[in-house]
């Protein structure tokens, strides 16, 4: 069957580099003494010795593997040198790994787009550099190459019996009638050589890297030659790389899709998709994947490189082998609460060095059933929107993984109680925090406002928003707005209500107060200043906020009562004109059969003057004052239609004055 070309795709260059045995570079490091010994690092716990992560070459060339116990790498290399990884939490800190690694990303990012694909591991787009390089300075033309290059590793190139393998790679380096997309390569070769040597140099760590047109390509030939070497593959050797690759080999090929290749096809090498039409490949598996299939049988992927230096998501996890699978939900509750604890941090670190933020939080876990045929079902995993914040991640993670309990045991199956021992044990654990985005510019984090919740400032001022407290003994505009409320203060006022608060003893005496007050400013922390008395008498209310809630202070104590609130002051905010006080209406009855008008009747020839009302008379629905009691109805349309309910005297006292005000109505409200 013809092998179908690489469309655009075969002329990127793309570079993957892996660290080599990582873990044991950076405890090497720390350890001078350990460098050229038979080292593994080992994460530590009391089974067999604990779990290899990872085994130096030294070691390797002794018979020790990373799927051994540290009990049998003493046993396969007496003299080894077995690191423990730094614990907290009860489990592995994999943190100076990780700060390791992106020493090592800041420098490979200098020369193009860079993907960091885990804590070790990363790919370079370097297209743009190799072309540039091509333009302006052709490895042809070099006189000199350094021997890091010399010593790459040409896939397909022969090297007969007797010729200098260096001089084989310049040759193929320099070759002045080679197509563009080897020049490109070449070029590449030069670049991660270069790169490479700078990591070395200002990191001690070694790498190996893999020059390809794709991702794919560079990934499998990155681990080709290792340590501390690398590999090219050249778009004629693509076949014969894939050719006799085993299909386990390939990236996403691990799991069932290669298992059921095997089985359902007999396909054990990558080359023995070859055989098989796009047609029939996507009439067996689909579509997408028929399609995909047939395209990595001939090397081609569209994959691009991201450019992305931080991790795409945080994860925090704990296995549980053997007798130390949990079995209890308290037990799971504790390990998740441990493991949660970390993520936290770790987002909290990111959010504020990175200005990321994740969205989705997921459990996964391992777990099997004890006396069930069933016993292989996997573990579901679950996922919800992620809350900042300790606490909510560990609540959140908890109900997440109640629920896939659930589902994995089935109704009837689940132990809900904390310390009862269930039919299922738990083998492994880890929470992950994913879909993370870039803050946009200009909008502040989400943990600013935790930061600066016990010294807020009026930034922006208004009534609404900052609550007024107002000293008893002088009713001063000059007052600064509360830093913060207090928890008394939280807990009885509303945050529908807030308004001005203050403190004078009873509502008449705030109201002669305010006689007193003259047009001043408001001042506030940040040095803005409000205008709170738009006329001479100050009318006691906010501009957003139609019922103002007033707060005395009684005896002298702590315990604060509030002040009798009148429906009246809703409607102070519709006049323009501040009515007559209770106090003036009563002074009217003295000069009742004077020549001069009461302060009533001058209240009513202002508002029968005014020109401009703040409310509409139809906004106002009549059926609700129906509602109330006949002398509150009587003083609401007093206000509402003045000219038509005219205040008359008897005696000394007037109907107003002889009738209860609403503000009888309603006792004071006293702290609980």
């Not at 007037?654 to 006792?667: Q, R």
């Amino acid at each position: 069957m013809p092998v179908a070309r690489p469309e655009s795709s075969d002329a990127r260059v793309i570079a993957h580099v892996d660290m080599d045995c990582f873990y044991v570079q950076v405890e090497q490091r720390k350890q001078p003494e350990l460098r050229g010994l038979p080292t593994a690092v080992v994460q530590y716990n009391e089974w067999k010795g604990g779990a290899l992560i990872a085994v130096s070459y030294e070691a390797r060339r002794c018979g020790v593997k990373r799927s051994m116990r540290g009990d049998e790498a003493r046993a396969a290399c007496p003299e080894i040198h077995l690191v423990q990884v730094p614990v907290a939490r009860g489990k592995a800190d994999l943190n100076s790994y990780r700060n390791a690694g992106s020493e090592v990303v800041s420098i490979l990012s200098q020369k193009g787009k860079c993907e960091r694909a885990s804590i070790d591991e990363v790919y370079l787009d370097l297209t743009e550099a190799a072309e540039s390089m091509l333009a302006d300075k052709p490895p042809e033309t070099l006189e000199v190459i350094e021997d890091e290059a010399l010593r790459s590793h040409v896939l397909g190139m022969s090297i007969k019996d007797g010729d200098d393998a260096t001089e084989c790679v310049r040759d193929w380096i320099c070759r002045r009638n080679a197509d563009r997309r080897d020049k490109l390569l070449a070029c590449g070769i030069l670049i991660v050589a270069d790169l490479r040597k700078q990591v070395l140099k200002d990191t001690e760590f070694t790498c190996s890297a893999g020059i390809a047109h794709n991702k794919m390509l560079a990934k499998l030939a990155s681990g080709m030659n290792k340590p501390a070497q690398q590999t090219v593959v050249p778009y004629s050797s693509v076949q014969e790389l894939l050719h006799s690759l085993p299909i386990k080999k390939m990236k996403q090929l691990g799991g069932k899709l290669g298992t059921s290749l095997q089985i359902d096809l007999g396909v054990n090498t990558v080359g023995d998709l070859l055989q098989f039409s796009e047609g029939k490949l996507q009439e067996l598996y689909g579509m997408n994947t028929g399609t995909w299939l047939w395209n990595i049988a001939r090397g081609i992927s569209g994959e691009e490189v991201q450019g992305r230096l931080l991790p795409k998501s945080h994860g925090s996890g704990k296995t549980f082998p053997g007798p130390r699978a949990l079995k209890t939900l308290s037990s799971v509750q504790q390990w998740l609460n441990r493991l949660c604890e970390e993520l936290s941090e770790r987002l909290s670190s990111d959010l504020e060095q990175n200005k990321r933020l994740a969205s989705t939080l997921t459990l996964h876990a391992s777990a099997y059933r004890l006396s069930d045929s069933d016993s292989h079902k996997k573990f579901p995993s679950k996922s919800c929107p992620l809350r900042y914040g300790t606490a909510k991640i560990q609540e959140d993670a908890f109900n997440l993984f109640q629920a896939a309990l659930r589902e994995f045991m089935g109704p009837y199956g689940t132990k809900t109680q904390g310390k009862n021992q269930g039919s299922w044990r738990i083998t492994g654990l880890s929470v992950s925090a994913s879909k993370i985005t870039d803050i946009p510019t200009g909008v502040s984090s989400i943990m600013k406002y935790f930061h600066n919740q016990s010294a807020s400032s009026c930034s922006k001022l208004s009534t609404d928003s900052c609550i007024q407290e107002c000293p008893a003994s002088s009713f001063s505009a000059s007052e600064s707005c509360s830093e913060q409320r207090s928890i008394e203060s939280e807990t009885a006022v509303s945050a529908k209500n807030i308004g001005v608060r203050c403190k004078g003893s009873d509502v008449g005496e705030l109201e002669e107060q305010a006689d007193t007050l003259t047009k001043e400013d408001v001042s506030c922390p940040s040095n803005k200043a409000i205008d709170v008395l738009p006329q001479s008498r100050n009318k006691l209310s906010t501009s957003g906020t139609q019922m103002g809630r007033m707060e005395r202070k009684r005896n002298n104590s702590k315990e604060m009562t509030w002040g009798t609130p009148s429906i009246a002051d809703i409607f102070k905010n519709y006049y323009t004109t501040t009515p007559p006080s209770m106090q003036e209406i009563q002074e009217d009855s003295t000069r009742a059969n004077s020549s001069g008008p009461t302060a009533s009747q001058r209240y009513r020839d202002e508002e029968r003057t005014e020109t401009t009302w703040s409310y509409k008379m139809d906004e106002i629905d009549e059926s609700v004052i129906d509602e109330l009691p006949p002398e509150i109805q009587r003083e609401i349309r007093t206000w509402l239609r003045p000219s038509k309910r005219a205040v008359t005297v008897t005696g000394n006292k007037s109907n107003v004055g002889s009738t209860s005000s609403i503000a009888s109505y309603f006792s004071p409200l006293r702290d609980r």
